[in-house]
């Protein structure tokens, strides 16, 4: 054979080693710095001159994404010779930093996620939500989507093990699997046998992170290290089990999404690489990657020091003495301002001083802060003239639209007068900020009493005569709510962590920023569906109006709460999770409902008192909002002044209630379609035996 009739093979072959070679390159990629990167850039997030990836740069409440340009194929093809469509093995690292001025006040994070081409990150929600998904789309399995996050804030909506950890994320950010942020060390010298050493994501510090998939083994194994360990440890931080075929799409996009809330937070990646099909990701070159900016960094900050004050000549520094002493003049005439408009004026008795707030509670320092939750900080403080104790909320606002009405609500509910109610004593406002002013409840939120405060404080398990006291005088407060004040005041947030205890460990109800008011004898506005997931009526989906009957339902989920010492939506033995109602339900099925009340009591409780409770609450939270009790035949029930009635609901009521809740409340009615039937089946028959 000649050697003309071999060339034409040859540039064949070699055409074709070339376009593997392409196609491999494509699946593939790393950036050691990013520096002159392609990559789509939204919402915060920039490429610094040094080649950082800045994903947010410290603006409060600002989300940022940064994508790699090309879509990468995830799922192998169904009509390849294979005929396997599982999706492929991959593995990624990269190199990230978070800088916040204090690590403890720190938020939100990084995800690394993978998302369907037609994803809309646009909808996403900056603060807890990470720039991710939003309160619909959450836990949507239509989301397709894939991630691991990089958590620096414990959020309880999402049931975060600490405000330190890493989690695997699939369509929701309430994670498959997490772990507190460190690593498992391979170094017997660091400790005797290569313990594990804990990591602080917000430690200003850059570190590494390893994501892999294992398409054979559907196993997602998640490793951390600091920098500066030369190897990846052998043993993952997080490694769990998850077929990601029933997940990603044939084609997806892989990047990173990032968000801050109410706090300072910066975050930054370094370095990134990617690979598929089992390949472990291309070496991150450390040496090149960019270094993490400094905080109050002490060399920079005398540099900078002396560079503004050692001017040339004399008269420049008595300028600059002046401007100093003027700039003093107004940030201290700026740390007191507040913002009060005329119609104020006749509110003047319940607005307190900014400068009262401000000394009372020391600055708003660290040290007297009471919880941080969805609507903002708490804060204890000690007024300076009469030294009372108070709680102080600040929350933001916009100044412009509905404050007067809002404002005259607060007033309003200031006025209200009930010794189950947690008194709102006042308010102050200032440029984009709100202050409300509470007084002060020595014993802390029933939750922390149910479940434990989270720290290593030992809280007392509160006895019987306590929990029933407690539900006791919430209804007694509901009632006063309902029908016995001068208006309609329908909570909206009814739940052990708005309930509070004084000093005698009595209930009192607090928190009215969800609150709405109106006459008796006028019906309710429709409004803004809010509240807390498992304590919302199914009604409210279809109906979006907040009534006294919707209080009812809440009132319901939390005596159930209370009595079995367990949160709203629980998991069962399988794992799976469950609303607490069917959970209680399916024990009063089986003959077992005394299994229900709080184990922790050991037996130590009245079994009438139980009993009338845990039927009641069933009552109270039933899906039909026409059988539910009024708050007042609730106290009647509680006292024993009437006796708790039977129940007999008829088949086509609740055929038409799975109607209007298909049409509504898809939140509630997708993530726990067991809760109507469950409760049709066992509450017609409201007159079964407690048994002991």
């Given amino acids: 054979m000649s050697s003309s009739s071999i060339l034409p093979n040859s540039k064949k072959l070699l055409i074709t080693i070339s376009l593997c070679v392409t ?23 920039t490429i610094t001159q040094s080649g950082l990836l800045e994903l947010t740069n410290g603006t409060l409440r600002q989300k940022a994404h940064a994508i790699h340009p090309s879509p990468l194929r995830f799922r192998r093809n169904s009509s390849s010779p294979a005929g396997n469509p599982r999706a492929r093995s991959f593995s990624s690292s990269f190199v990230f930093g978070i800088l916040c001025p204090d690590p403890n006040a720190c938020g939100h994070g990084i995800v690394l996620f993978v998302a369907p081409e037609s994803y809309d990150l646009s909808a996403a929600l900056p603060s807890q939500f990470i720039g991710l998904v939003n309160a619909t789309t959450n836990g949507d399995p239509g989301d397709h989507l894939f991630g691991v996050e990089l958590d620096t804030d414990q959020n309880n909506e999402f049931r975060d093990i600490d405000g330190n950890h890493a989690g695997v994320d699939v369509n929701s950010l309430v994670s498959v699997s997490s772990a507190s942020a460190g690593y498992y060390s391979d170094d017997d010298r660091a400790g005797g046998g290569g313990g594990f050493r804990n990591l602080t994501l917000a430690s200003r510090e850059a570190m590494r992170v390893w994501v892999e998939y294992d398409g054979e083994d559907k196993r997602i194994d998640v ?20 077929d990601l075929s029933t997940v990603l799409t044939d084609v997806a996009r892989v990047g990173f999404s990032s968000a801050t809330g109410s706090f300072d937070s910066r975050h930054y990646v370094l370095g990134w690489s ?6 472990p990701a291309p070496d991150i070159v450390i040496s090149k990657l960019p270094k993490l900016p400094r905080f109050g960094d002490p060399k920079q900050h005398r540099a900078r020091l ?17 401007g100093v002493i003027a700039i003093l003049l107004v940030r201290r005439r700026l740390r007191y301002m507040e913002l009060q408009e005329d119609w104020e004026v006749e509110f003047g008795p319940h607005r307190f001083s900014y400068k009262d707030l401000f000394n009372a509670t020391e600055g708003f320092r660290n040290k007297n802060l009471l919880g941080v939750g969805g609507f903002g900080r708490v804060y204890k403080g000690v007024l300076p003239a009469s030294k009372m104790e108070i709680a102080v909320k600040k929350v933001s606002h916009d100044s412009k639209q509905g404050m007067k009405e809002f404002v005259a609500e607060v007033v309003s509910i200031g006025r209200l007068q009930h010794r189950n109610l947690v008194q709102l004593l ?10 409300l002013v509470y007084e002060y409840m020595s014993n802390g939120s029933l939750d922390k009493h149910l479940y434990g405060s989270g720290s290593s404080d030992i809280i007392p ?5 306590r929990r029933f006291r407690i539900i006791k005088g919430i209804a007694a407060a509901l009632l006063y709510l309902h029908e016995e004040w001068e208006r309609v005041i329908v909570h909206r947030d009814i739940k052990a962590s708005n309930v509070l205890l004084d000093n005698d460990m009595d209930g009192r109800l607090g928190d009215f920023g969800l609150a709405r008011l109106y006459d008796h004898g006028a019906n309710p506005h429709t409004t803004h569906v809010v509240g807390t997931i498992g304590y919302l009526a199914p009604e409210l989906g279809r109906t979006s109006k907040a009534t006294p009957l919707t209080d009812v339902f809440a009132f319901g989920i939390f005596v159930l709460e209370v009595v079995c010492g367990e949160r709203t939506i629980k998991q069962n033995s399988n794992g799976d999770q469950l609303l607490l109602v069917d959970w209680v339900v399916d024990h009063w099925r089986k003959g077992s409902l005394a299994d229900t009340v709080d184990a922790r009591l050991h037996g130590a409780y009245n079994v009438g008192e139980a009993s009338l409770a845990l039927k009641m609450g069933l009552l109270c939270a039933h899906p039909l909002s026409s059988v539910r009790p009024t708050m007042r035949q609730v106290v009647k029930y509680l006292n024993g002044d009437v006796p708790l009635p039977e129940l007999n609901p008829t088949l086509q009521s609740f055929e038409s209630l799975a109607l209007m809740q298909n049409e509504g409340f898809d939140s509630y009615v997708m993530s726990y379609p067991s809760s109507v039937a469950t409760m049709t089946t066992l509450l017609s028959n409201l007159s079964g035996e407690f048994v002991t």
Avoid: H
């Avoid at 196609?23 to 997030?45: H, I, K, P, R």
């Avoid at 990617?274 to 390949?279: H, N, S």
């Avoid at 398990?461 to 005569?465: G, I, R």
């Fill in 23 to 45: 196609l491999a390159a494509a699946e593939q990629f790393v950036y050691s710095g990013f520096a002159g990167a392609n990559l789509t850039l939204d919402g915060a997030a």
């Fill in 461 to 465: 398990v509160l006895d019987w005569d």
């Fill in 223 to 242: 490793t951390m290290a600091p920098l500066e360990m030369a190897n990846k440890p052998s043993k993952p931080l997080i490694s769990t089990g998850y």
């Fill in 274 to 279: 990617f690979a598929m099909d089992g390949v």
């Fill in 426 to 435: 006042g308010y102050c406002r200032r440029k984009g900020e709100l202050l």
């Fill in 306 to 322: 002396l560079a503004e004050i050692v001017p040339p000549v004399a008269t420049a520094v008595l300028i600059l003495g002046f």
